[in-house]
Protein backbone atom coordinates (compact mmCIF):
# COMPACT_ATOMS: atom_id res chain seq x y z
CA UNK A 1 0.00 0.00 0.00
CA UNK A 2 1.68 3.48 -1.20
CA UNK A 3 1.32 6.11 1.05
CA UNK A 4 2.67 9.57 1.33
CA UNK A 5 4.95 11.01 4.39
CA UNK A 6 6.40 13.98 5.21
CA UNK A 7 8.70 15.26 7.94
CA UNK A 8 6.72 17.51 10.32
CA UNK A 9 7.50 21.68 10.13
CA UNK A 10 9.74 22.25 12.73
CA UNK A 11 9.02 26.34 13.14
CA UNK A 12 9.14 28.54 16.56
CA UNK A 13 5.46 29.94 16.95
CA UNK A 14 3.93 32.30 19.11
CA UNK A 15 1.26 30.99 21.41
CA UNK A 16 -2.21 32.95 21.69
CA UNK A 17 -4.87 31.61 23.54
CA UNK A 18 -8.28 32.18 23.48
CA UNK A 19 -10.83 33.26 26.04
CA UNK A 20 -14.64 34.37 25.99
CA UNK A 21 -15.28 37.77 27.82
CA UNK A 22 -17.20 40.73 27.73
CA UNK A 23 -16.83 44.38 27.22
CA UNK A 24 -17.18 46.48 30.56
CA UNK A 25 -17.02 50.40 30.15
CA UNK A 26 -13.87 51.49 32.61
CA UNK A 27 -16.30 53.50 34.75
CA UNK A 28 -19.57 53.94 34.71
CA UNK A 29 -21.79 57.17 36.65
CA UNK A 30 -24.98 57.22 38.35
CA UNK A 31 -26.57 61.13 37.85
CA UNK A 32 -28.29 62.41 41.01
CA UNK A 33 -29.10 65.95 42.04
CA UNK A 34 -27.57 66.93 45.19
CA UNK A 35 -30.27 69.03 46.02
CA UNK A 36 -33.75 68.70 46.26
CA UNK A 37 -36.40 70.38 44.19
CA UNK A 38 -38.63 70.42 40.90
CA UNK A 39 -36.62 69.36 37.30
CA UNK A 40 -37.28 72.80 35.17
CA UNK A 41 -35.54 71.69 31.85
CA UNK A 42 -33.80 68.67 29.91
CA UNK A 43 -30.82 69.72 28.38
CA UNK A 44 -30.05 66.27 26.55
CA UNK A 45 -31.39 63.70 24.15
CA UNK A 46 -31.83 60.02 25.21
CA UNK A 47 -28.46 58.11 24.26
CA UNK A 48 -26.20 61.14 22.94
CA UNK A 49 -22.64 60.95 24.11
CA UNK A 50 -21.76 63.97 26.66
CA UNK A 51 -19.03 65.81 27.44
CA UNK A 52 -17.95 66.71 31.22
CA UNK A 53 -19.21 69.41 32.49
CA UNK A 54 -22.62 69.55 29.93
CA UNK A 55 -25.61 70.40 31.22
CA UNK A 56 -27.82 67.61 31.42
CA UNK A 57 -30.98 68.94 34.15
CA UNK A 58 -32.03 72.32 35.61
CA UNK A 59 -33.55 72.47 38.91
CA UNK A 60 -36.02 75.34 39.58
CA UNK A 61 -33.90 77.94 41.04
CA UNK A 62 -36.22 80.85 42.32
CA UNK A 63 -35.99 79.02 46.22
CA UNK A 64 -32.56 78.54 46.10
CA UNK A 65 -31.88 82.24 45.08
CA UNK A 66 -34.21 83.42 47.71
CA UNK A 67 -31.60 81.25 49.83
CA UNK A 68 -28.62 83.72 48.31
CA UNK A 69 -30.30 86.70 49.11
CA UNK A 70 -31.23 85.72 52.65
CA UNK A 71 -27.64 84.67 53.56
CA UNK A 72 -26.27 87.71 51.58
CA UNK A 73 -28.60 89.96 54.23
CA UNK A 74 -27.13 87.92 57.61
CA UNK A 75 -23.54 88.48 56.18
CA UNK A 76 -24.46 92.46 55.86
CA UNK A 77 -25.93 92.33 59.43
CA UNK A 78 -23.31 90.61 60.89
CA UNK A 79 -20.71 92.66 58.91
CA UNK A 80 -22.82 96.14 60.70
CA UNK A 81 -22.17 94.33 64.07
CA UNK A 82 -18.67 94.02 64.11
CA UNK A 83 -18.49 97.57 63.13
CA UNK A 84 -19.97 98.22 65.57
CA UNK A 85 -18.10 96.23 67.95
CA UNK A 86 -14.44 97.08 66.80
CA UNK A 87 -15.96 101.22 67.65
CA UNK A 88 -16.47 100.25 71.21
CA UNK A 89 -13.33 98.36 71.72
CA UNK A 90 -11.58 101.47 70.54
CA UNK A 91 -13.17 104.09 72.24
CA UNK A 92 -12.88 101.51 75.61
CA UNK A 93 -9.03 101.85 74.77
CA UNK A 94 -9.02 105.53 75.76
CA UNK A 95 -11.52 105.35 78.36
CA UNK A 96 -9.58 102.41 80.42
CA UNK A 97 -6.79 105.17 80.45
CA UNK A 98 -8.83 107.75 82.12
CA UNK A 99 -10.20 104.31 83.90
CA UNK A 100 -13.78 105.84 83.01
CA UNK A 101 -14.82 102.36 82.23
CA UNK A 102 -13.57 99.24 84.17
CA UNK A 103 -11.28 96.48 83.35
CA UNK A 104 -14.01 93.91 83.12
CA UNK A 105 -16.34 96.05 81.01
CA UNK A 106 -12.98 96.42 78.66
CA UNK A 107 -13.06 92.69 78.21
CA UNK A 108 -16.71 92.47 77.59
CA UNK A 109 -15.94 95.14 74.73
CA UNK A 110 -13.32 92.85 73.52
CA UNK A 111 -15.46 89.31 74.10
CA UNK A 112 -18.14 91.22 71.96
CA UNK A 113 -15.27 92.13 69.32
CA UNK A 114 -14.90 88.37 69.08
CA UNK A 115 -18.17 87.07 68.94
CA UNK A 116 -19.35 89.68 66.21
CA UNK A 117 -16.34 88.14 63.82
CA UNK A 118 -17.50 84.72 64.62
CA UNK A 119 -20.75 85.47 63.56
CA UNK A 120 -19.63 87.24 60.43
CA UNK A 121 -17.63 84.20 59.75
CA UNK A 122 -20.78 81.77 60.38
CA UNK A 123 -22.79 83.87 58.08
CA UNK A 124 -20.33 84.13 55.17
CA UNK A 125 -19.71 80.24 55.41
CA UNK A 126 -23.84 80.20 54.71
CA UNK A 127 -23.66 82.22 52.33
CA UNK A 128 -21.20 80.21 50.30
CA UNK A 129 -23.64 77.14 50.88
CA UNK A 130 -26.80 78.48 49.80
CA UNK A 131 -24.67 79.78 46.38
CA UNK A 132 -23.45 75.97 46.27
CA UNK A 133 -26.76 74.82 46.72
CA UNK A 134 -27.55 77.30 43.73
CA UNK A 135 -25.09 76.13 41.83
CA UNK A 136 -25.68 72.37 42.12
CA UNK A 137 -29.67 73.37 40.66
CA UNK A 138 -27.78 73.01 37.72
CA UNK A 139 -26.66 68.99 37.25
CA UNK A 140 -24.11 68.59 34.68
CA UNK A 141 -22.00 65.47 32.95
CA UNK A 142 -19.64 64.37 35.27
CA UNK A 143 -18.04 62.24 32.87
CA UNK A 144 -17.78 62.16 29.25
CA UNK A 145 -19.14 59.17 27.76
CA UNK A 146 -22.77 58.00 26.52
CA UNK A 147 -25.86 58.78 28.67
CA UNK A 148 -28.80 56.81 28.98
CA UNK A 149 -32.52 57.63 28.72
CA UNK A 150 -33.92 60.10 31.10
CA UNK A 151 -35.54 58.23 34.29
CA UNK A 152 -37.46 61.93 35.16
CA UNK A 153 -39.37 64.12 33.24
CA UNK A 154 -39.27 67.38 33.74
CA UNK A 155 -42.38 68.76 36.26
CA UNK A 156 -41.61 66.00 38.91
CA UNK A 157 -39.80 66.44 42.20
CA UNK A 158 -36.57 65.07 42.78
CA UNK A 159 -35.08 64.31 46.13
CA UNK A 160 -31.40 64.74 46.30
CA UNK A 161 -28.26 64.91 49.31
CA UNK A 162 -26.13 61.57 50.05
CA UNK A 163 -29.01 59.45 50.77
CA UNK A 164 -32.28 58.68 48.90
CA UNK A 165 -31.44 60.80 45.97
CA UNK A 166 -32.96 60.50 42.82
CA UNK A 167 -31.44 58.46 39.85
CA UNK A 168 -31.69 60.63 36.82
CA UNK A 169 -29.61 58.59 34.31
CA UNK A 170 -26.65 56.67 33.82
CA UNK A 171 -23.01 57.53 31.92
CA UNK A 172 -20.92 54.88 30.59
CA UNK A 173 -17.06 55.82 28.93
CA UNK A 174 -16.44 53.84 25.77
CA UNK A 175 -12.88 54.73 24.88
CA UNK A 176 -11.41 53.24 25.82
CA UNK A 177 -12.96 49.82 27.02
CA UNK A 178 -12.50 46.86 29.42
CA UNK A 179 -12.48 43.59 28.05
CA UNK A 180 -13.41 40.79 31.08
CA UNK A 181 -12.59 37.56 30.68
CA UNK A 182 -11.74 34.77 32.77
CA UNK A 183 -8.67 32.38 32.74
CA UNK A 184 -8.21 28.58 34.19
CA UNK A 185 -6.38 27.60 37.18
CA UNK A 186 -4.06 25.91 34.96
CA UNK A 187 -3.42 28.81 32.52
CA UNK A 188 -3.06 30.78 35.22
CA UNK A 189 -0.16 28.66 36.98
CA UNK A 190 1.33 27.96 33.78
CA UNK A 191 1.55 32.27 33.03
CA UNK A 192 3.05 32.27 36.36
CA UNK A 193 5.50 29.73 35.99
CA UNK A 194 6.39 31.23 32.68
CA UNK A 195 7.17 35.03 34.34
CA UNK A 196 9.17 33.52 36.96
CA UNK A 197 11.36 31.48 34.58
CA UNK A 198 11.58 34.92 32.57
CA UNK A 199 10.15 33.66 29.55
CA UNK A 200 6.89 36.16 29.83
CA UNK A 201 6.13 39.60 30.90
CA UNK A 202 3.91 39.96 33.71
CA UNK A 203 0.11 40.74 33.28
CA UNK A 204 -0.40 43.01 35.96
CA UNK A 205 2.16 45.58 34.60
CA UNK A 206 -0.08 46.12 31.37
CA UNK A 207 3.12 44.11 29.34
CA UNK A 208 1.19 41.48 27.62
CA UNK A 209 -1.05 42.32 24.33
CA UNK A 210 -3.76 40.54 23.17
CA UNK A 211 -6.25 40.14 20.35
CA UNK A 212 -10.05 40.84 20.45
CA UNK A 213 -12.67 39.78 17.29
CA UNK A 214 -16.30 39.76 17.51
CA UNK A 215 -19.05 37.32 17.16
CA UNK A 216 -18.98 38.55 13.63
CA UNK A 217 -15.69 39.20 12.62
CA UNK A 218 -13.00 36.15 11.50
CA UNK A 219 -9.88 38.11 11.99
CA UNK A 220 -7.88 39.48 14.91
CA UNK A 221 -7.98 43.57 14.25
CA UNK A 222 -8.84 44.82 17.73
CA UNK A 223 -5.16 45.01 19.62
CA UNK A 224 -4.75 46.14 23.69
CA UNK A 225 -2.90 44.97 26.71
CA UNK A 226 -4.00 43.14 30.01
CA UNK A 227 -4.28 45.66 32.81
CA UNK A 228 -5.35 43.99 36.03
CA UNK A 229 -5.68 40.40 37.25
CA UNK A 230 -7.51 39.80 40.01
CA UNK A 231 -5.75 38.98 43.57
CA UNK A 232 -8.01 36.00 44.29
CA UNK A 233 -8.55 32.59 42.52
CA UNK A 234 -12.86 32.00 42.38
CA UNK A 235 -13.25 28.52 44.50
CA UNK A 236 -16.50 27.63 42.62
CA UNK A 237 -15.40 28.11 39.40
CA UNK A 238 -11.55 27.33 39.81
CA UNK A 239 -10.99 31.04 37.33
CA UNK A 240 -9.70 33.89 38.03
CA UNK A 241 -11.18 37.23 36.55
CA UNK A 242 -8.55 39.25 33.91
CA UNK A 243 -9.19 42.56 32.41
CA UNK A 244 -7.70 43.69 29.09
CA UNK A 245 -7.77 47.61 28.00
CA UNK A 246 -8.92 48.41 24.21
CA UNK A 247 -9.36 51.18 22.18
CA UNK A 248 -12.24 51.94 21.39
CA UNK A 249 -12.05 54.82 18.63
CA UNK A 250 -14.85 54.26 16.08
CA UNK A 251 -16.99 53.49 19.52
CA UNK A 252 -17.98 50.28 18.08
CA UNK A 253 -17.91 48.25 20.90
CA UNK A 254 -20.38 48.99 23.64
CA UNK A 255 -20.80 47.67 27.51
CA UNK A 256 -21.73 44.02 27.37
CA UNK A 257 -21.42 42.66 23.68
CA UNK A 258 -19.68 39.39 23.89
CA UNK A 259 -16.37 38.77 22.46
CA UNK A 260 -13.16 36.37 21.63
CA UNK A 261 -9.77 37.40 23.25
CA UNK A 262 -6.42 35.86 22.20
CA UNK A 263 -3.83 36.46 24.86
CA UNK A 264 -0.19 36.32 23.90
CA UNK A 265 1.61 32.73 25.71
CA UNK A 266 4.63 33.14 25.16
CA UNK A 267 7.04 31.68 21.72
CA UNK A 268 8.08 28.37 21.50
CA UNK A 269 10.18 25.72 19.04
CA UNK A 270 7.03 23.43 17.65
CA UNK A 271 6.21 20.81 15.39
CA UNK A 272 3.58 21.31 12.36
CA UNK A 273 1.56 18.67 10.49
CA UNK A 274 -1.97 19.12 9.06
CA UNK A 275 -5.14 18.76 10.62
CA UNK A 276 -5.88 15.65 8.42
CA UNK A 277 -2.75 13.72 9.82
CA UNK A 278 -4.22 13.34 13.26
CA UNK A 279 -6.95 10.31 14.08
CA UNK A 280 -9.17 10.26 17.13
CA UNK A 281 -8.63 7.67 19.39
CA UNK A 282 -11.02 7.61 22.32
CA UNK A 283 -10.05 10.02 24.27
CA UNK A 284 -6.63 10.48 23.03
CA UNK A 285 -5.14 12.05 19.81
CA UNK A 286 -3.17 9.44 17.43
CA UNK A 287 -0.37 10.47 13.93
CA UNK A 288 0.30 7.55 12.05
CA UNK A 289 4.34 7.09 11.47
CA UNK A 290 6.48 4.95 8.72
CA UNK A 291 9.06 3.60 10.71
CA UNK A 292 11.97 1.01 9.46
CA UNK A 293 11.00 -1.67 7.13
CA UNK A 294 7.72 0.71 6.19
CA UNK A 295 6.16 -0.70 9.19
CA UNK A 296 3.33 1.84 10.43
CA UNK A 297 3.51 3.15 13.74
CA UNK A 298 1.30 4.80 15.83
CA UNK A 299 2.44 7.77 18.30
CA UNK A 300 -0.08 9.57 20.88
CA UNK A 301 -0.11 13.24 20.48
CA UNK A 302 -0.59 16.28 22.64
CA UNK A 303 -1.46 19.21 20.06
CA UNK A 304 -2.22 22.46 20.55
CA UNK A 305 -3.36 25.27 18.08
CA UNK A 306 -3.67 26.14 14.68
CA UNK A 307 -0.24 27.85 13.59
CA UNK A 308 -0.49 28.97 9.67
CA UNK A 309 -2.99 26.35 8.73
CA UNK A 310 -1.03 23.72 10.20
CA UNK A 311 -1.42 21.76 13.63
CA UNK A 312 1.02 22.33 15.89
CA UNK A 313 1.95 19.16 18.17
CA UNK A 314 3.26 19.77 21.43
CA UNK A 315 4.65 16.76 22.40
CA UNK A 316 4.44 12.92 20.88
CA UNK A 317 6.03 13.47 17.54
CA UNK A 318 10.44 14.07 16.98
CA UNK A 319 11.69 15.97 14.21
CA UNK A 320 12.60 13.27 12.07
CA UNK A 321 9.71 11.53 12.21
CA UNK A 322 7.96 10.40 8.51
CA UNK A 323 3.98 11.62 9.08
CA UNK A 324 1.67 9.51 7.29
CA UNK A 325 -0.21 12.01 5.11
CA UNK A 326 -2.93 10.13 3.37
CA UNK A 327 -4.65 7.09 3.02
CA UNK A 328 -5.29 7.16 6.23
CA UNK A 329 -8.94 6.22 5.96
CA UNK A 330 -7.58 2.95 4.28
CA UNK A 331 -8.25 0.08 6.66
CA UNK A 332 -5.22 -2.09 5.60
CA UNK A 333 -3.17 1.28 6.94
CA UNK A 334 -3.04 0.06 10.34
CA UNK A 335 -0.15 0.21 12.68
CA UNK A 336 1.99 -2.57 12.68
CA UNK A 337 1.25 -2.88 8.65
CA UNK A 338 3.67 -2.74 5.67
CA UNK A 339 3.52 0.41 3.26
CA UNK A 340 5.29 1.68 0.71
CA UNK A 341 6.12 5.44 2.01
CA UNK A 342 6.55 7.65 -0.51
CA UNK A 343 8.38 11.32 0.10
CA UNK A 344 6.07 14.53 0.05
CA UNK A 345 5.52 18.01 1.58
CA UNK A 346 4.00 19.64 4.10
CA UNK A 347 3.79 23.25 3.36
CA UNK A 348 2.16 26.21 5.92
CA UNK A 349 0.24 29.20 4.88
CA UNK A 350 1.68 32.31 5.13
CA UNK A 351 0.59 34.30 7.85
Not at 34 to 51: C, E, P, T
Not at 93 to 103: E, F, G, H, K, V
Amino acid sequence: MPVTVAEPVAKRVTQWDEFSGRFEPIAAVEVRARVSGFIDKLHFRDGQLVNVGDLLFAIDKRPFEIAVESADAEVARTKAQVELAETQVERGASLIRSRTITDQDYDQRKANLNIARAQQKTAEAGLKAAQLNLDWTEIRAPQAGRISDRKVDPGNLISGGQTGATLLATIVTLDPIHFVFDISESDYIRYTRLYLSGALASSRDGAIPVRIRLADETDWTRTGRVDFVDNTMTARSGTIRARALIDNKDQLLTPGIFGRLQLFGGEYDALLIPDSAVISDQARKIVFTVGDGGVVQAKPVVLGPLVDGLRVVRSGLAPADKVVLDGLANPMVRPGAKVVPQQGTITAKAG
